[in-house]
């Protein structure tokens, strides 16, 4: 791994912290605005948590349910979020905030998990990639019958409370109320 790459992968959760902060200060939420992004992040939730269900992580190439669709639906499901957190701000400057922040940190951290993945499964990955878009999705599920991976071919709830994916949910609700409250005191 890059020097660059190991930074941005140890100091994206790190530099969120601050983000957070600054996010709040700028927020200028309105009943409205919070209702909308609770509706975007619900969608960014579900495909996380969908996700988290089929991913056994260190353990096997997981290629099916949304890993079908794009290598990185945790990360899609991220940007959901971060896009429900601009919305339910009502603030241009968060909006850029949060997409500088993703574009920078996730294109990198991907692309070094890319280069991991390719490290430990070789010929499958490489199959797989060429099929499978980075992170904008494809429409159909990808197919693939040519690839020899141990894949989990089903939800699994277990695996998503393995995942620990309930975090999300719980910190976007904390977001939420927080923006209520701000909004009260407004």
Known sequence: M???AAFFARWRVRLGYPLAVAVLLLARPTPRDI???A????MGLWLRAYAAGYLHKQETLTITGPYAH?????YLGSAMLALGTGIATHSWIVGVLLL??????YSIVMKREEGELRGHYGAAFETYARAVPLFFPRVTPAKMTDVS??????FSYAQYRKNHEWQATLGFVLLLAT?????RLR
């Open 35 to 37: 209702a909308i992004g």
């Open 70 to 74: 794009t290598r990185n639906p945790l």
């Open 149 to 154: 991976a141990d894949s989990a071919s089903a």
């Open 100 to 105: 500088s922040y993703f574009a920078l940190f």
């Open 2 to 4: 890059s020097d660059r």
């Open 39 to 42: 509706l975007v992040g619900a």
């Open 179 to 183: 923006l209520l409250i701000l909004w």
